[in-house]
């Protein structure tokens, strides 16, 4: 399992922010693909799951209308929209992949199964 997650960067206030990830290498055919960040000093945060079956999204409250989560199946790609960014949204943020469904990493708050090298959000003035 591979992902790579790209297009991080420093935003100011307000702004928005595209986030890719490119996976590769699954051999299931059920699985789901998530966001997760981490910010020094505070707790491992899922904050988009979707689900590679249905389709469904999952976003915790801290997120929930700012960020969206899509997939290109074509080209093995999930994306992370995130629009009217905080300061409190700076983080690296990961990409990851799940066995189980998105409310098991998002409701339960378990760790994703396999993750990536992350990407650096950074929003400031």
């Known amino acids: 399992v591979q992902l790579q997650a790209s297009g991080g960067g420093l935003v100011q206030p307000g702004g928005s922010l595209r986030l890719s990830c490119a996976a590769s290498?699954?051999?299931?055919?059920?699985?789901?693909i998530g966001w997760f960040r981490q910010a020094p000093g505070k707790e491992r945060e899922a904050v988009s799951c979707i689900s590679f079956g249905d389709g469904g999204t999952y976003y915790p409250p801290s997120v929930r209308d700012r960020f969206t989560i899509s997939r290109d199946n074509a080209k093995g790609t999930v994306y992370l929209q995130m629009n009217s960014l905080e300061p409190e949204d700076t983080a690296v943020y990961h990409c990851?992949?799940?066995?189980?469904?998105?409310?098991?990493?998002?409701?339960?708050?378990?760790?994703?199964?396999?993750w990536g090298q992350g990407t650096q959000v950074t929003v400031s003035s």
């Open positions: 290498g699954f051999t299931r055919n059920r699985y789901v």
């Open positions: 990851a992949m799940g066995v189980e469904g998105c409310t098991h990493y998002l409701i339960f708050r378990q760790p994703f199964d396999y």
